[in-house]
């Protein structure tokens, strides 16, 4: 029952909010008492807590299993570049100004997720698909430092995936057209 709870917890969040949805909607989705939902959190911030801890193991596996597939080195890299943002980015947002704990969750589960890219990155210098010469800590600090971005991002015309493509291409092949580059040589 409380794997169901974290769930419809999940579904109602997508819906309302962190902060809009309550503990009745879960007991009115899943037909439960109260009581019920009681006897597996002690509230609504117990509730959001499992929830965060819920989707970051889930975005953990989902690395990982990226990571350890079997394929080419740029085909994990476009896979990892190309991830799903949440899908409501107002509700990272949220997250980060009303539930800083829940929020050092995130920055924990981007650490991890840090140090397995750097790993990651090495393969890539290894087998030749990228240069040796970068420099990854710096690379992944851009890499964070513009995906956090994306959460405040008012691009209008784009939506959440096609901002991410947008950066996969920038980050993958560089803002330089192929023609300038044969120039510069």
């Given at each position: 029952?409380?794997?169901?709870?974290?769930?419809?917890?999940?579904?109602?969040?997508?819906?309302?909010?962190?902060?809009?949805?309550?503990?009745?909607?879960?007991?009115?989705?899943?037909?439960?008492?109260?009581?019920?939902?009681?006897?597996?959190?002690?509230?609504?911030?117990?509730?959001?807590?499992?929830?965060?801890?819920?989707?970051?193991?889930?975005?953990?596996?989902?690395?990982?299993?990226?990571?350890?597939?079997?394929?080419?080195?740029?085909?994990?890299?476009?896979?990892?570049?190309?991830?799903?943002?949440?899908?409501?980015?107002?509700?990272?947002?949220?997250?980060?100004?009303?539930?800083?704990?829940?929020w050092k969750k995130i920055i924990d589960m981007q650490n991890f997720l840090s140090q397995h890219k750097k790993k990651f990155m090495e393969q890539g210098v290894?087998?030749?698909?990228?240069?040796?010469?970068?420099?990854?800590?710096?690379?992944?600090?851009?890499?964070?430092?513009?995906?956090?971005?994306?959460?405040?991002?008012?691009?209008?015309?784009?939506?959440?995936?096609?901002?991410?493509?947008?950066?996969?291409?920038v980050v993958m092949y560089g803002i330089i057209s192929p023609e300038s580059k044969m120039r510069k040589r």
């Open positions: 029952m409380r794997e169901k709870i974290i769930h419809s917890a999940m579904e109602q969040i997508q819906k309302y909010g962190f902060r809009r949805f309550a503990i009745g909607d879960i007991t009115s989705d899943l037909g439960i008492s109260s009581k019920t939902v009681y006897k597996y959190f002690a509230g609504k911030d117990d509730i959001i807590s499992a929830v965060c801890t819920s989707f970051i193991d889930t975005e953990k596996e989902r690395v990982l299993r990226i990571l350890t597939a079997e394929g080419a080195w740029p085909d994990k890299m476009t896979a990892l570049a190309c991830m799903e943002p949440a899908k409501n980015e107002l509700l990272a947002i949220e997250l980060k100004k009303h539930f800083p704990n829940e290894a087998s030749g698909d990228i240069r040796p010469d970068i420099n990854f800590d710096l690379l992944d600090t851009i890499m964070q430092t513009c995906m956090e971005a994306l959460f405040t991002l008012d691009a209008n015309d784009l939506s959440p995936k096609q901002v991410l493509e947008e950066f996969r291409e």
